[in-house]
């Protein structure tokens, strides 16, 4: 069984990419993709970690883009990291400045609160600042923070530096990545089939159909959207670490049961990129 869709430390899981290989060996995953946000950093020790174990690490990364002023997030399959590399330190540069501003906006509300120092390459986002705010006291989980101040919209939320699905798609295709729309009913800045069709005219090459957020008829629509304009169809937990509080029912590692078949195609895709 396979997973696409995976946090580490690198960016806001709470496992490293060592104890998420653990993690995925024991769940019994074969293919593993590392889709941090905005870093590839945490590639090296994840496939270090999965090679006595005969595990599968399929290298990505997950980009945060804003459209309609949303954010909106695109996996990257099996990009060249050094390609990248100049474009993400800047996303990541990006992310530091935001959560800076997001740290200066809660203590304005009169909630205090400091980050923990993150290392080179690590990307910041908002669940660093929503465990800050459990660590002081103010909240008592972190579903709390979102709710009261770091959800889309709420007072304490900023949104990425601006980086459009076409900048996106395109930073991905020249890194020789498959770029692929992540969790499509999660996007609150617009309706699925219109957003799709200005993706597909920018390159995008899939869809993430499965995802524990998407309903089964939202899984049937997708699949639908695949066939008819041919893109790769993906999925996975987005795990983020066995402590999430992200939903009412808890996201496990090989929950989706993902046929190995998927990645196949998306091997290939990125190979003909290459080509
Ligand atoms: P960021 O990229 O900094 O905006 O953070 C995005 C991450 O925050 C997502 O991957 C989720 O893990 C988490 N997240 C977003 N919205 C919520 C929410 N309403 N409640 C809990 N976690 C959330
Ligand atoms: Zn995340
Ligand atoms: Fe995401
Ligand atoms: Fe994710």
């Known amino acids: 069984m396979i997973e696409l869709h995976c946090h580490t430390t690198y960016s806001d899981g709470t496992l490293t990419p060592g104890e998420l290989v653990a993690a995925a060996v024991k769940a019994g995953v074969v293919a593993l993709a590392i889709t941090d946000h905005d870093t590839v950093s945490g590639w090296d020790d994840a496939l270090a970690a999965a090679q006595p174990h005969g ?53 304005e509300l009169g909630y205090p609160i400091e980050l923990p120092e993150m290392g080179e390459g690590m990307a910041p986002g908002r669940p660093h600042i929503a465990t800050a705010l459990v660590n002081a006291g103010y909240v008592q989980s ?40 992540a969790h499509p009913y999660l996007f609150r800045g617009g309706t699925v089939e219109p957003v799709l069709e200005e993706m597909v005219a920018a390159g995008l ?33 987005d795990y983020h670490g066995p402590c999430d509080l992200k939903g009412k029912e808890a ?15 998306i091997k290939q895709a990125a190979l003909d990129l290459k080509g």
């Open 55 to 107: 595990l599968e690490i399929v290298p990505g990364v997950e980009l945060s883009t804003v459209h309609n002023d949303r954010s909106l997030h695109i996996l990257g399959f099996y990009p060249n990291a050094e390609k990248l590399r100049g474009d993400l330190h800047e996303r990541v540069e990006g992310r530091k400045r935001r959560a800076a501003e997001m740290v200066e906006k809660l203590a």
């Open 205 to 237: 090459m899939g869809v993430e159909v499965y995802h524990p957020t998407h309903s089964p008829s939202q899984v049937d629509n997708l699949k639908k959207l695949c066939a008819e304009h041919n893109l790769l169809m993906t999925g996975g937990s």
């Open 142 to 181: 972190s579903r709390e923070a979102f709710d009261r101040w770091l959800g889309d919209g709420k007072p304490a939320c900023v949104e990425y530096e601006k980086f459009s699905i076409v900048e996106g798609i395109a930073l991905l295709r020249r890194s020789g990545g498959v770029p692929v729309w």
């Open 251 to 265: 996201i496990r590692l090989n929950m989706l049961n993902l046929p190995l078949n998927l990645l196949e195609p």
